[in-house]
């Protein structure tokens, strides 16, 4: 009975060491062939890069063109605001740049006919100096001309003078006829005649010359006085800068009083679903303040966090089975275009300190952006936030740890 028993106890053993064995091969078995090869997570999550809508001037909204749920294209006006404040802000700038027009317009007619009148008053100023100058150089020799002459007649009449004497004496005693000595007093007289009429000849071309110098004193004291003028045209000018700097300013003004006016009608910046929203008509909203979500379901992403001590072998390009309790049965496709340079609570908002005080060792987690390769959202439509489960196949290591280095990066 004792042997029967030890027999029993020893099949036992057998079996159970057998049963433990066989066990042991399947589980190395199944991680050699398929554990070893792949990495999973079921913290994992549908992304997207989702346009958060917003105004970008301060308003009161007139009316809302979509809901919660609604497609929209990009372009398609989601929200309008009240557009009164900035048409008017248009109207008004207009209204001033069309006087500023006005005004420039004058200010160039005035420029140019002062210009003109400047240039032809110069350039006559110029021309009758030249003239005067001139008339002055040629009355100057004249007068010249009529000294020598004069010179020489007062030589030939000191001549006739002593002739005229030694004759008197002569005709006195009637040495000489009376004929020859009148002929000798007729050329005195004429040497006289001559001379006095070379006197009225210079004393009336040195009178033109005293008087064309007080013209030569005149035209250049007009130059003078158009030298000051030309104060009148570099201030002219400079009004007319003023005024083109202003119209630049104006257009500048109007430009952006256009653009307002135009960010009255918000508009979709990408295509996709609504979600969000929560304006309402007579809302009073402000740059930059969050509206609503426009999310593009048809480029969702997915992000796995997986432990650090998973990331040895995730490479770039690997590719990627995807579940979602959404659709049972159902595996998407899809590959890592991504692994995050840090791991996910180092970019929180308030990163742990960890030389603070106490410390306690906790695995982190790392964001790894897989692309889907067989998604339709007409089909299987995957809503953002929803929870996955990923599993990564690492058997191919031939991609790079990182975007950007050497090896597949898909």
């Not at 020893?10 to 062939?33: A, N, Q």
């Not at 035209?219 to 570099?234: C, G, R, Y």
């Not at 990331?311 to 979602?324: A, N, T, Y």
Request: net charge positive; glycine share 6%; hydrophobic share 40%.
């Amino acid at each position: 009975m004792e042997q029967k028993n030890n027999d029993k106890a020893r099949k036992g053993t057998i079996i159970v060491l057998s049963t433990v064995l066989i066990l042991g091969i399947l589980f190395f078995l199944y991680w050699f062939f398929y554990l070893k090869n792949y990495v999973s997570t079921d913290d994992a999550y549908v992304m997207a890069d989702s346009s958060y809508v917003s105004a970008r001037v301060p308003g009161t909204i007139e009316d809302v063109f979509v809901k919660n749920d609604d497609f929209v294209k990009k372009g398609d006006v989601l929200i309008k605001l009240d557009p009164s404040v900035y048409r008017l802000k248009v109207a008004q700038l207009k209204r001033k740049l069309e006087s500023l027009d006005f005004k420039i317009k004058g200010a160039k007619i005035d420029l140019s006919i002062l210009k003109h009148n400047l240039t032809k008053n110069v350039q006559k100023s110029k021309n009758d100096l030249n003239l005067m100058l001139a008339e002055k150089q040629r009355l100057r020799f004249e007068i010249k001309s009529l000294k020598a002459q004069k010179d020489v007649l007062k030589q030939d009449l000191h001549l006739a003078d002593l002739q005229y004497r030694r004759y008197s004496k002569l005709y006195k005693k009637h040495s000489i006829s009376k004929e020859k000595f009148d002929n000798i007093v007729t050329a005195r007289n004429k040497l006289f005649s001559e001379i006095r009429s070379l006197d009225f000849k210079i004393k009336s071309l040195e009178s033109s010359v005293k008087g064309l110098d007080e013209k030569i004193k005149n035209v250049l004291i007009a130059n003078s006085v158009a030298k000051k003028d030309m104060a009148k045209v570099s201030s002219a000018e400079d009004n007319l800068k003023s005024l083109l700097k202003e119209r630049d300013y104006l257009k500048n003004a109007l430009e952006e009083a256009r653009l307002n006016l135009s960010y009255c009608w918000v508009k979709a910046e990408i295509n996709g679903y609504i979600g969000g929203s929560k304006v309402q008509r007579g809302n009073w909203v402000m740059p930059g303040q969050p509206l609503m979500v426009i999310i593009p379901l048809d480029k969702v992403y997915v992000e796995a966090n997986f432990k650090e001590t998973q990331l040895k072998d995730i490479r770039i390009g690997q590719e990627v089975e995807i579940k979602s309790d959404m659709y049972p049965g159902k595996v998407f496709k899809g590959h890592v275009m991504g692994i995050r340079a840090g791991t996910g609570q180092a970019f929180s908002l308030l990163p742990p300190e960890n030389a603070s005080g106490n410390w306690i060792k906790v695995v982190q987690r790392v964001p790894v952006r897989i692309k889907l390769d067989n998604y339709s959202y007409t089909e299987n439509p995957l809503r953002v936030g929803t929870s996955l489960e990923v599993t990564v196949c690492i058997k191919d290591k031939s991609g790079a740890p990182l975007r950007g280095l050497h090896g597949n990066s898909r």
